[in-house]
């Protein structure tokens, strides 16, 4: 190893010749087209959809009643479906998500717990199902456009219709079923998306209606027909359809659904439909559709008779309502540049106070931040309904759970609320319109939707503490055996840990990416074009890639390998910091044969500092011989060069990768005199050596101390060994505690 400096421009040369890697080279650094898809006709190069871009089509007629009294729900449906693929199809595969209700069918129990000395009841009977109870459908027919049966088999979750001859590509067929299914109880299972809940208070019910006819499995040009079944963690992928729906519930019952109600003046009352034209005027507020009084009052009504609500809803997804004589309703309008849409609040009165005061108004923000990040909400309504427990989305609708106790919520409880109507009416956004497959990578969903979630909470409750590469730092510190990279498919995660894999982890890499490697600008720019260009369409993780990189002209395949593809984390030492200063006197030296050796104040060099208190150390520059320049005849001013250099810090930072990924570094400069500087290294340093390097500054002043990444920008995962001089190692015991926080 050469101690001593010979002057700037050989010094990158030597830098790669002195520290060759001694550790295999991984290729951090190499493209990652042989990990994603590779583009054709139907997905461009660029991330964008190809020429030959196609996807199905399916459109639905359904009339469906609620059954209070059994708590079943019954229907029929026709399915028109478009097949705009090139290939013709021998059968077709319809989604029964109902049937993973049934008992046997739910692995997922034992998934997520096992039986201790002790045990609450609940998750007992959440893991043995000791109390049973009726679940999944009954498929009453399936029958062709001429009313002929058609040939069908079950699959749990799925089922097969076998088609007397194949469905031609750009041929359309139509065919009817008729279904019913017991509505679950939601407190019986652990991820209860829909089904009721009882108030045992005044003998009323809420219903959550989802995933409840038979749906289109999505056939694409990756995949064929959706093939993995419905577990439950892997949610679900669906066609784009237009929906015509009438509900037949007890006729006092109010219903939240997707799309535009087309029979207001048959189920609502005059009263009623005056107030939603005042609300449709209400920029600044929500108005009362239904009061508590009226809801009360409904509570207690108990009808036997029955109401048929009609919907429709064009381009969407997937289809949900809740239905119950216990609701409150709020309205407001929220004006977009290009439209103007109906934020809307239903609630039990249990959800009072806090529902009337934030639910609209967290959804109103939500569709503003939102629709500036991306396009603007192209639907007509968008709904948060008050649930118990957890947050689940559908097109313009979402279940969001969060209530007070007695009235009262603390400031932990109604932040978290707030964030849950956020974030599920943000999944309009990922994936109810930018439809990616949620069965097999939620990370696309989740990660994208909870990367705008915490925009919009910084933005619009700065109050409330939102989400930043320190987040993840607990994480990816934690068990490498048990870590899975983001790119793992949705049911293939550990229930501990998908939060933090599929939300927060591709969130921070956003950030990362927006804030400090791309830049804002250049990265919101490429993030609104993969929204719009996927705008209605199936995209996959390499179209995304792909159109972060076409964007923005910035090669990120080393952060989508690291960040996306492996469970590395960043962890920089800051091993040494060397001092260097030339003194100017000295050389001035005209004689360029001869060898200047600099006189340095200091001593002692041969020992790796501590820290500066011993000084800059020696730096012997050589006149450049002749051979240096080759064939060029002029010669660079070298007098000048060191005098440029004279009384200036010289200073060479060694780091040291421990973590894995490569990133950008930055160094902070604390000078003697209090004041601050920071250097930023973009992460291709890392290219000639990925486990350490050495760079080389030139500073003015003197320098007291140097940080890596001051400002936490890249979750480094160990900051305790950032800085020079080292900062004191805690004792065993700090350790200890602060691996157990
Ligand atoms: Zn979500």
Not at 156 to 175: A, D, H, R, Y
Not at 255 to 271: C, E, P, Y
Not at 289 to 311: L, R
Not at 460 to 471: G, H, M
């Amino acid at each position: 190893m050469l101690k001593k400096l010979l002057f700037f421009f050989s010094l990158i040369l030597f830098n790669a010749v002195t520290l060759a890697q001694t550790q295999p080279w991984q290729g951090k650094f190499e493209p990652i087209d042989n990990m994603i898809n590779p583009p054709n006709s139907y997905r461009a190069a660029s991330g964008a959809p190809g020429k030959a871009y196609w996807q199905q089509r399916a459109d639905y007629k359904i009339k469906a009643t609620l059954d209070e009294e059994n708590n079943t729900i019954t229907g029929e449906e026709t399915i028109t479906y478009h097949n705009n693929s090139p290939d013709d199809l021998s059968y077709i595969w319809i989604q029964l998500e109902q049937n993973v209700n049934k008992k046997g069918s739910e692995d997922f129990g034992s998934f997520f717990n096992s039986i201790k000395d002790s045990i609450n009841t609940r998750q007992m009977q959440l893991l043995t199902r000791a109390i049973d109870f009726p679940a999944g459908y009954t498929i009453k027919y399936i029958k062709d456009a001429n009313g002929n049966p058609m040939k069908s088999f079950v699959n749990n979750t799925m089922m097969k219709v076998v088609l007397k001859e194949p469905l031609k590509s750009g041929v359309s067929i139509s065919f009817s079923m008729a279904w019913s299914y017991p509505i679950t109880d939601r407190s019986m299972f652990f991820l209860s998306r829909e089904g009721y809940e009882y108030f045992p208070g005044d003998d009323n019910t809420v219903y959550l209606i989802a995933h409840w006819f038979p749906r289109m499995a999505v056939y694409n040009d990756t995949e064929g027909w959706q093939n993995q079944q419905f577990q439950r963690l892997g949610e679900f992928a669906l066609e784009f359809g237009d929906y015509y729906v009438e509900l037949t519930v007890p006729e006092d019952h109010i219903i939240a659904s997707t799309g535009s109600l087309q029979n207001g003046d048959a189920v609502l009352s005059k009263t009623q439909q005056e107030r939603l034209k005042e609300a449709a005027g209400s920029f600044d507020k929500p108005v009362m559709i239904v009061t508590k009084d009226e809801a009360e009052n409904n509570e207690k009504a108990k009808s036997n008779k029955q109401k048929t609500w009609i919907f429709s809803a064009s381009n969407v997804r997937d289809f949900a309502f809740a239905s119950s004589r216990k609701f409150l309703w709020d309205a407001q309008a929220v004006k977009l540049p290009t439209n103007t849409v109906m934020a809307m609040s239903f609630y039990p009165k249990e959800g009072l106070p806090v529902w009337k005061e934030e639910s609209t108004k967290a959804i109103k923000n939500a569709l503003e931040v939102y629709s500036e990040a991306t396009f603007d909400y192209p639907y007509p309504v968008a709904i948060s309904v008050n649930t118990s427990n957890i947050g689940m989305e559908f097109p313009m609708i979402s279940f969001n759970g969060g209530r007070p106790k007695n009235g009262k919520i603390s400031d932990r409880a109604r932040a978290g609320m707030i964030g849950t109507i956020i974030h599920e009416v943000g999944h309009n956004w990922f994936p109810m319109i930018v439809s990616s497959d949620e069965r097999k990578w939620m990370w696309m969903d989740e990660g994208l939707n909870t990367f705008i979630h915490q925009r919009t909470v910084a933005e619009r409750y700065p109050e409330f503490s939102s989400a930043t590469p320190k987040t993840i730092v607990p994480f990816m510190s934690g068990d490498k055996n048990i870590m899975r990279p983001i790119m793992t498919t949705s049911d293939n995660e550990i229930l501990t840990q998908f939060g933090n894999n599929f939300y927060m982890k591709p969130t921070v890499g956003l950030q990362m990416l927006r804030n400090s490697i791309v830049g804002r600008e250049l990265f919101d720019q490429a993030f609104k074009e993969y929204a719009n260009r996927w705008k209605y369409k199936h995209p996959n993780p390499a179209d995304l890639f792909r159109t972060l990189e076409d964007a923005t002209a910035v090669d990120l395949d080393w952060f989508f390998r690291g960040w996306f593809f492996t469970t590395d984390n960043v962890d920089m030492e800051l091993t040494d910091v060397k001092w260097f200063r030339v003194n100017e006197e000295e050389l001035n030296s005209k004689d360029q044969k001869k060898t200047v050796k600099l006189k340095i104040e200091g001593e002692n060099f041969s020992e790796q500092a501590k820290d500066f208190s011993s000084g800059p150390e020696a730096i012997t520059m050589t006149s450049t011989p002749d051979a240096s320049y080759g064939g060029f005849l002029s010669r660079m001013d070298e007098p000048e060069l060191r005098k440029q250099l004279s009384d200036k810090n010289i200073y060479v930072v060694t780091i040291k990768n421990i973590g894995g990924l490569v990133m950008p570094v930055t160094i902070e400069w604390l000078y003697t005199d209090g004041s601050r500087e920071i250097d930023t290294l973009p992460a291709e340093v890392w290219r000639g050596n990925e486990y350490e390097i050495k760079r080389t500054f030139v500073k003015e002043k003197e320098v007291s101390k140097v940080n890596l990444d001051p400002n936490f920008e890249f979750a480094d995962t160990d900051m305790r060994n950032n800085s020079f001089p080292k900062v004191e190692a805690p004792s065993e015991f700090d350790a200890f505690k602060s691996k157990q926080e």
